[in-house]
């Protein structure tokens, strides 16, 4: 890897982008971050971007902001897949031990590459120490979990704390050092895209497709792993050795995305994996290439914003970005989202309360006829509201307004005396209503031992979404039963309404 | 000064009941075997000198109060849990050589339901063995998780997302995971547990095909009144085996009682149990 990034930098250290770094830095691959954090120690301006400044950056004009979203973008698409994986798995948490327990690495690094005789600025030999010290937390994670009978998030909290309290210390160190240049290192906690040079993005770029090709290679070997890992290990999957796969891509993604993101705020890079829970349900790999395409996006609009202002760190905008996609995602989310589930409940209820209404009129005026022998059934009379209002817990303000609903919908006409009479669609829905309503209690009463497998619901709940193919099938069942007690058989001919009632007879 | 921990009770020497051979349990491989096996979790054993014999073609079941090592006794067989001794063998070889012949239906509660994964995925997983390294799921294994699934009785809800599964159906879930392996030995923990009358009628129609299969599930049970009824075998199980053998002549009073010691009320369910079997004299 290390060679991989000297020989990259080489190639693309001739970068129109490099000139300007390259001046005050005496190396060629000169990395800009250290440049430019100490101005930004003092310098708090924070001017709204001009016109030209938006359209050069939206437009990607220049190769600077190319490298930065272009790398950004890629480690976003990364997160959003390892992402997924580490939700699932429940491991979140381990993901920020693991890049906090980082920062003693990086300034330790620092100082033994400064007493070695070097600048202390290769990135190569920063990252090399922010993972072995990485990996020293996670150990030590495991560890305390292992040895004490501790829980994990109390290991996590130790390790992380401890971890990063040691690494102000180590920087604090550093910069009495009064080595000059030790300042950048701080542009590790909080993150500074613009510091990504091309060969950074080509490093992230090769990781990324490194990260993702592994996790589609193992997708079902993760996916067992993450739902059920002791069936998996009954199988004869080698868990353990795939937990430490997956935490590699772990340590890999945390390791690329330091400069950009910064190790506190590298764990937001779950947060697209998370929005994406509220996409998709059950729909295979759908959810990791969800929450890859809300990384990306959250990565380069992160980037970007940060490139415009460029006194906020980009860190913080790609949480803010991705944060905002969360929100949405919240929100709107086809699957889950709160505002659909909210939708549907209430459509739910009213269909319920239409429902409830219905059945009163319908059963109230059964109850007359049948008080009145040699009147036709159902002869739509009007009903008196006393009457409605006794027959459920409804107020009389709830009742009316439901009445009103049922009104304006067609389903019922008010009469002149303040009774209602149901109107001819009113019938049709109501007959519907109560039919599959009776249906319904007498296959509870009369399949007890089956139904409940089939609904969790009390009947007078069920009644509401009940379907046309189960209605059918409970009338096949029933027509074997001696009679259909009371189920309505309209002596209408009613549209929309087949005279399936006969059938039972 | 050390001080060793004071030795263990001596587990009493238990005999399980001598059976009359019956031709076809004196198969000369044991389904399963399990010998001399102690498994301790932290410092506390919690199944001591567990000695047992499954004849293929059986149904077992493993009956025990709460904390009576039950799940360890599956688990410590499948090799989730470590052993501090004996020896388990499968069809006269080692676990570990057989894992292929060995389905496992873990707990309902052991896994997040919230997965995102359908229930027909969850299926497949009992084909992942098979698939190997890498492959992908193609038609052909979602076809077998399909038919699985019919065989439960829920094909109709493969495409479901298992959180929108009910108890029961979640339970013929795993079970149709474990059916796609085509073991001959089935290890199941509390299937019957919280599940509806229907799915209960399901699992015992699908143990009554195994083994007409020649098929062998061992069975963790809680339910002492469906014991004589579900299961031609009973391991009467309380931290060691208190007895085991078939159930018609082991599952007595005095051997409930052993098991259970004090437990009232579950002494109280074990007499009701008993009084339904045999008509009080």
């Known amino acids: ?505 | 000064m050390l001080s060793l921990s004071p030795p263990p009770p001596a587990p009493t020497p238990t005999r399980r009941p001598t059976l009359a051979p019956l031709g076809a349990e004196h198969s000369p491989e044991a389904a399963l075997s399990i010998h001399d096996m102690t498994v301790a979790y932290h410092r506390k054993p919690v199944l001591w000198d567990v000695d047992l014999d499954v004849p293929p073609g059986s149904l077992v079941g493993i009956v025990g109060p709460n904390g009576a090592g039950k799940s360890t006794l599956i688990k410590a067989v499948l090799d989730l849990i470590p052993r501090v001794s004996g020896r388990v063998l499968v069809f006269g070889k080692p676990y570990r050589q057989q894992r292929h012949r060995v389905a496992y239906v873990p707990q309902r509660e052991s896994v997040d339901w919230d997965f995102p994964v359908s229930a027909l995925e969850v299926v497949a997983m009992g084909l992942y063995g098979r698939i190997g390294w890498f492959r992908p799921v193609t038609r052909r294994h979602r076809e077998i998780a399909l038919h699985a699934l019919e065989r439960v009785g829920i094909a109709d809800l493969a495409q479901r997302q298992i959180s929108q599964l009910s108890g029961g159906q979640q339970q013929r879930t795993f079970l149709a995971r474990a059916l796609v392996q085509e073991a001959d030995l089935y290890l199941m923990d509390e299937p019957f547990a919280a599940v509806d009358a229907a799915t209960e009628k399901a699992i015992v129609r699908l143990l009554q095909d195994l083994r007409a299969a020649g098929r062998t599930a061992l069975v963790v049970h809680h339910d002492l009144q469906t014991v004589a009824e579900y299961f031609d075998r009973v391991v009467l199980l309380n931290l060691r085996v208190v007895a085991s053998g078939l159930t018609e002549t082991v599952f007595t009073r005095e051997n409930l009682q052993k098991t259970y010691g004090g437990r009232l009320t579950l002494m109280t369910e074990a007499a009701e149990a008993l009084a339904r079997e045999a008509p009080a004299p």
């Not at chain 1, 497709?209 to 993760?222: C, D, M, N, R, Y």
């Open chain 1, 1 to 505: 890897m290390l060679g991989v990034v000297l020989l990259l930098g080489l190639l693309f250290g001739t970068g129109p982008g490099m000139a300007a770094a390259s001046s005050t830095e005496p190396n060629a691959g000169g990395r800009r971050w250290f440049l430019q954090a100490s101005a930004t120690i003092t310098d708090r301006s924070l001017a709204w971007p001009t016109a030209e400044q938006w359209s050069r950056v939206l437009r990607l004009q220049d190769y600077n902001t190319r490298v930065v979203v272009l790398g950004t973008t890629l480690l976003g698409l990364a997160a959003g897949v390892v992402g997924s994986f580490t939700l699932l798995r429940k491991r979140a948490l381990m993901g920020d031990a693991l890049s906090h327990a980082m920062l003693p690495g990086i300034g330790l690094a620092f100082m033994i590459s400064v007493a070695a005789g070097g600048t202390g600025k290769s990135l190569p030999v920063l990252l090399t120490g922010a993972t072995l010290s990485g990996l020293l937390g996670l150990g030590t994670v495991l560890a305390v979990r292992h040895y004490t009978r501790l829980k994990e998030d109390t290991a996590l909290g130790i390790v992380l704390s401890v971890y990063f309290g040691a690494g102000v210390a180590v920087l604090g160190v550093v910069q009495r050092m009064g080595e000059g240049h030790s300042a950048g290192l701080e542009s590790f906690i909080y993150g500074k895209a613009a510091s990504l040079v091309a060969a950074d993005t080509a490093v992230i770029g090769l990781a990324s497709v490194l990260v993702i090709g592994v996790s589609a290679l193992l997708f079902k070997e993760f996916r067992l792993l993450c739902f059920d890992a002791s069936y998996a290990a009954t199988q004869g999957w080698p868990v353990v050795r795939l937990d430490l796969v997956m935490m590699s891509l772990v340590v890999v993604v945390t390791v690329i995305g330091l400069q950009a993101v910064g190790l506190v705020l590298i764990i937001a890079l779950i947060i697209p994996a998370a929005a994406a829970r509220f996409w998709t349900g059950a729909i295979g790999c759908a959810g990791t290439w969800i929450a890859a395409g809300m990384g990306a996006a959250s990565c380069a609009i992160g980037a970007a914003a940060s490139a415009l202002l460029p006194n906020l760190p980009s860190g913080a905008m790609i949480v803010l970005v991705s944060t905002g996609l969360f929100l949405l995602s919240l929100l709107w989310g086809r699957e889950r989202g709160v505002i659909l589930r909210w939708q549907r409940r209430r459509a739910l209820n009213r269909k319920v309360r239409r429902q409830h209404v219905l059945r009163a009129v319908y059963e109230w005026s059964e109850a007359a006829a049948a008080s009145q022998p040699g009147t036709l059934a159902l002869t739509v009379p009007s009903v008196p509201l006393p009457a409605l209002l006794a027959r459920r817990s409804w107020s009389a303000r709830e009742l009316r307004r439901e009445l009103d609903r049922a009104a304006k919908d067609g389903l019922l006409e008010w009469r002149a005396d303040h009774t209602v009479a149901l109107t001819k669609s009113g019938l049709t829905e109501a007959t519907r209503v109560v039919r599959n309503h009776r249906l319904w209690e007498v296959f509870l009463i009369t399949y007890a031992d089956i139904a409940p497998s089939h609904v969790d619901r009390d009947a007078d709940a069920i009644e509401h979404v009940l379907g046309t193919d189960l209605v059918a099938e409970l009338e096949s069942l029933l027509a074997r039963q001696t009679a259909l007690p009371a189920v309505p058989l309209s002596p209408h001919t009613i549209a929309g309404v087949p005279a399936s009632g006969s059938n039972s007879s």
